[in-house]
């Protein structure tokens, strides 16, 4: 049957158009609207706080903090006649006030979180009013729900306050970013104020306490007693402010006139030296590049147990996490110069010059993470330097494949949420590009211009814009508009045209999505070599799709475009293996051959590969020699067949310049599958003053099948507790099914900490899996605790993997999953959640 064609009614059309127009217009309103009620605008200053005097004793029976104090303030830009102070869990009692000289009771609301103060008149912009209170602050109450990055939100820490933890020092420590100053003492608790600030602490004399600025008194009270008052003279933010007590031991040195203090668990002394040894010449360094002296009266460095960060960069008393709690024997090897420079850099990115609210974070973390660089490169060298640069690059890869974000963020559900690889990582490296852009002199003066202008007070994004721009005399506002106010990163894909050799012909696509991210304007070097002469060319991408010609003259047959990776971007360019191999030959940049054999080590290249080794093993560069002895490792058979590579990698095992280029040449050496071979060198290796190197030593021995009896050996170590000599103990334990060490594993367990916990707890769950009836109750009750309450998400995560040996407990599973639920890192939760699916699949 035949249908009839009509055409559709044109006033029926114009009102479906009609209702789709407006309903779009709708949805439109309805985000913008939207966007204005989350937009996160910096705090509105109604008051100036002056000066804090805080006079605190600690009830540890209750975890509780018994504060009173005492708050100068000011208008802050015209009348007022309510003052409203953050304070999160407090018992208060009445509140007095001084207004013009008159003392007065105040009346106010509370709702745990606010205090809202009526004052009985208007309060003049010029006039200063006091107010002071007795509390009981409740640190634990209502806590948890921290971020990634800072885990928890009890503002002041009870660590094992009735002292029942074996192995765990009693202390009092705080932690108060992003608002958690709150909850032990009243305030504004927000990143924009400053106030100067005295602190007495009422503690047992056995005590050290430790607080920002300087020890000004200390009065011995009889009965045990000592109060010791601390004054800030200078101003800083709240969640800066701190204290830590506990039984401490400490170091010393000395930069010019500043006093340094490094406070960790008595014994620990002559490590933390060690540790934090380099912080004199650090700061030094830090003072040269920004032309701005450290601007405080001294710097104190404490390490103490199950702390929720890294570290924190309190104003003088940097906070840091127990993986810096070495012994003498253990700071040999210490890597944590990346963290001491991270916070010490704070101490003029953060407190000296602070972001005004979270949402401009980036302003203090971005050049706390640059320092990380900037001390490698002046330190270590730039190769290594590059390194670190390439690790934070991929870091924040990572994670924007799961979300992009503008560094400047006035949206978020939650300011702990911006402390992730944006602010961090990417900002770091923003800054770098900036660096490479405007060139050192000017970067540098554009710092230090920053920095005087706006000493001791708060920031936004625009500021630091226009310090730079003031000294370079350029609009930066293409820079900071495509990096900092918008999201994502380049994604660019590169051509060469080597078809005219002396001019060869650069083409380039920005391929990212443009709909939610900008077109980039980007600065890029090209670089080539003739003769043995590194030759560069410096050009801009400003469109999306343009060519660059290089007029190199020298006939050259490959280029290198950003080989010192200094551009944030996702480069694409077609590179065959003889382009990498000539890559690592001819580069003069440390991590350009770095990343040429990492590139070729995941290729199905391994003649190639096989070819470059010997010259990796003679680099320069010690993580290139790393990652060669990483590959002969995985294949130890190059060495059988290749007698003279055997004896280079013997040669660094015995004379490495770096103590981890010896341990990764024993590692591989361990790998050949002949233990008697090198039985003698191991023997030898495992007295060595590194652990790094009495570690591989230990697991090459335990590891073969030599038929040495090795007990004499295995007891003498049994009693070491640095994690790396514990692991190959206990691998020899579970590979010779050894019984009766249930003791040992749980004492161990107990004695580690942080990262060496995490890699131990897989060991200590498959003893006990093993040999059940050496208390393996008692075991996942350990266990399950620490899934459940440990402050680390890695050791919760190693607590969890652990866990999972004990699954033909009906019991237990139940149980892994109540803790499960209640986790609240989501990146740990859907980890959890996987493997528990998993679980349920394969039973």
């Known amino acids: 049957m035949a249908i009839k064609e009509t055409k559709p009614d044109s006033n029926f059309t114009e009102v479906r158009d009609s209702n789709q127009d407006s309903l779009k217009q709708i949805r439109l309103m309805r985000e913008k609207e939207n966007d204005l009620l989350t937009y996160r605008a910096s705090a509105t200053r109604t008051f100036d706080l002056l000066h804090t005097e805080l006079d605190l004793n600690f009830d540890y029976e209750r975890s509780a903090v018994l504060g009173e104090a005492r708050l100068t303030l000011t208008p802050y830009a015209k009348s007022q006649k309510v003052l409203t102070l953050d304070a999160k869990d407090f018992e208060l009692g009445k509140i007095y006030g001084k207004i013009d000289g008159e003392e007065l009771s105040f009346g106010y609301r509370y709702d745990e979180k ?15 009013i006091q107010v002071w209170m007795k509390y009981t602050a409740f640190p634990d109450k209502n806590s948890g729900g921290g971020g990634s990055a800072i885990t928890d939100t009890k503002g002041l820490y009870f ?170 024997r253990e700071a040999i090897d210490s890597e944590w110069d990346y963290i001491i420079a991270h916070e010490l850099f704070h101490q003029w990115f953060g407190d000296y010059v602070t972001a005004e609210s979270w949402s401009n974070l980036t302003l203090n973390e971005a050049f706390a993470n640059y320092s990380e660089f900037l001390w490698n490169e002046y330190k270590y060298g730039l190769d290594q330097a590059k390194l670190k640069l390439i690790a934070e690059r991929e870091t924040y890869f990572q994670e924007a494949m799961g979300k992009q974000e503008n560094l400047i963020r006035f949206h978020y559900p939650d300011a702990e949420e911006l402390f992730d690889a944006h602010s961090y990582s990417k ?45 370079s005399g350029e609009d930066l506002n293409w820079f900071f508009n495509q990096w900092f106010l918008d999201k ?10 080597y078809s005219i050799p002396d001019n060869l012909l650069i083409s380039a696509w920005q391929e990212q999505d443009l709909e939610n991210t900008p ?52 480069k694409f360019m077609d590179l065959d293996s003889d382009y990498l191999k000539r890559q690592f030959e001819e580069s003069q940049l440390g991590a350009a051959r ?59 095992a015995e004379s490495g310049e770096k103590n981890s280029v010896r341990a990764g040449a024993i590692d591989a050496l361990g790998a050949l599958g002949d233990p008697a071979k090198y039985q003698e060198a191991f023997l030898k290796y495992v007295n060595d003053s590194s652990y790094l190197i009495v570690s591989s030593a230990l697991m090459a021995l335990v590891s073969s099948d030599s038929g040495e009896d090795l007990s004499e050996l295995i007891e003498k170590f049994s009693k070491e507790n640095n ?87 009906d019991e237990v599973v139940a149980k892994i999953r109540e803790i499960a639920s209640k986790e609240r890192d989501e990146d740990i939760k859907r980890y959890f959640d996987y493997f528990l699916q998993a679980f349920d699949v394969k039973n």
């Open 488 to 497: 994502g990163h380049p994604q660019v894909r590169f051509e060469v045209d």
């Open 723 to 809: 994690f790396r000599v514990i692991i190959p103990i206990a691998e020899f334990y579970l590979n010779n099914d050894i019984p009766g060490k249930g003791n040992w594993f749980q004492t161990k367990s107990e004695t580690l900490s942080g990262e060496g916990l995490y890699y131990f707890l897989g060991y200590y769950a498959e003893y006990f899996v093993q040999h059940p009836k050496e208390d393996s109750q008692k075991a996942m009750k350990y266990l399950l605790n620490l899934m459940e309450n440990s402050s680390q998400m890695y050791v919760r995560l190693g607590a969890f993997q652990g866990l999972l040996g004990f699954g033909d407990d």
């Open 114 to 128: 606010q205090i809202e103060i009526y004052l009985p008149k208007e309060i003049e912009k010029g006039d200063t």
């Open 594 to 652: 770095y990343e040429a054999l990492d590139s070729l080590r995941n290729r199905d290249t391994l003649e190639v590969l096989l070819g470059l080794i010997p010259q990796a093993l003679d680099d320069e560069f010690w993580s290139v020699k790393e990652l060669a002895l990483q590959s002969i490792q995985s294949n130890p058979e190059w060495m059988v067949s290749n007698p003279a590579l055997e004896e280079k990698v013997f040669l660094l």
């Open 159 to 328: 660590i094992d306050p009735l002292d029942t933890i074996p192995n765990k020092p009693r202390m009092i420590w705080t932690q108060g970013e992003t608002e958690f100053s709150s909850k032990w003492f009243p305030t504004i608790d927000k990143p924009n104020e400053k106030f100067t600030q005295t602190i007495h602490l009422t503690v047992a004399d056995s005590l050290i306490t430790v607080s920002n600025g300087n020890l000004i008194k200390s009065e011995e009270l009889g009965n045990g007693l000592r109060k010791d008052t601390w004054e800030m003279t200078l101003p800083h933010s709240p969640y800066l402010a701190a204290v830590a007590i506990g039984d401490f031991g400490k170091a010393e040195d000395v930069h010019g006139d500043i006093p340094l203090g490094y406070f960790v668990e008595k014994g620990y002394e002559k490590g933390a030296a060690k540790v934090f040894a380099n912080t004199p010449e650090m700061m030094g360094y830090f003072e040269k590049l920004t032309g701005v002296k450290f601007p405080w009266p001294k710097y104190d460095q404490i390490v103490v147990p199950d702390f929720v960060s890294g570290a924190m960069e309190n104003t003088t008393a940097s906070i840091f996490m127990e993986e810096l709690k070495l012994t003498e």
């Open 519 to 570: 077109l980039y304007k980007l600065p890029f070097e090209v670089s080539w070599y003739v003769g043995g002469e590194r030759k560069t060319k410096e050009f801009i991408l400003e469109q999306g799709f343009q060519q660059f010609a290089l007029q190199n003259e020298d006939p050259v047959d490959q280029i290198y475009i950003d080989e010192g990776s200094d551009v944030l971007m996702v």
């Open 427 to 471: 900002g770091g490296l923003v800054l770098h590009m900036l660096r490479k852009h405007l060139g050192d002199g000017l970067f540098f003066e554009g710092l230090n211009y920053y920095l005087n202008q706006h000493a001791f007070s708060s920031v936004e994004v625009h500021d630091l814009r226009l310090a730079f721009e003031k000294v």
